[in-house]
């Protein structure tokens, strides 16, 4: 596995201006497993008075949302995807977010870069956060 360092990512005053413009966060595989870190994460931006609408292959509900198969199935507008995948799956995340064409920030989790589909996000308009926790960021932030 070759890992990359993150060359394109938002700044603290960024980060903190994304949570505070955001109410809609689409988690893409958040795990009904409640050890998983995709659950944890997304069950604290929940308490935190966020909309979370779970994206995952499996389930009908998780964290008591409906939860969908893809981003393009979601029939309201999302603010921000909070992506819990392998880095490789980030370039298809990125052209779903660019159809799509309201989501204003792509959050790729900690351990997770691809610059290129970063870069192909920025060039989209989305400020892009990339090796962070949204959890650890919001409450180091916002908490």
């Known amino acids: 596995m070759e890992c990359e360092f993150p060359t394109v990512n938002a700044n603290n005053d960024e980060i903190k201006a994304m949570f505070e413009a955001t109410k809609t966060i689409a988690v893409l595989g958040l795990s009904p497993d409640e050890s998983k870190d995709s659950h944890r994460v997304a069950k604290y931006l929940k308490e935190a008075g966020y909309k979370i609408v779970p994206v995952y292959p499996k389930e009908e ?8 198969r893809s981003l393009a ?45 970063a870069e192909k996000a920025e060039q989209a308009g989305m400020k892009v956060v990339q090796n962070h926790c949204t959890m650890v960021e919001h409450r180091h932030l916002l908490g």
């Open 73 to 117: 199935e979601i029939p309201f507008p999302v603010d921000m995807v909070d992506i819990f995948r392998k880095p490789a799956a980030l370039d298809a995340v990125a052209d779903a977010c660019i159809a799509r064409g309201d989501v204003k920030f792509f959050w790729a989790q900690k351990g997770i870069v691809n610059n290129a589909a």
């Open 61 to 68: 509900e998780i964290l008591g949302e409906k939860v969908y």
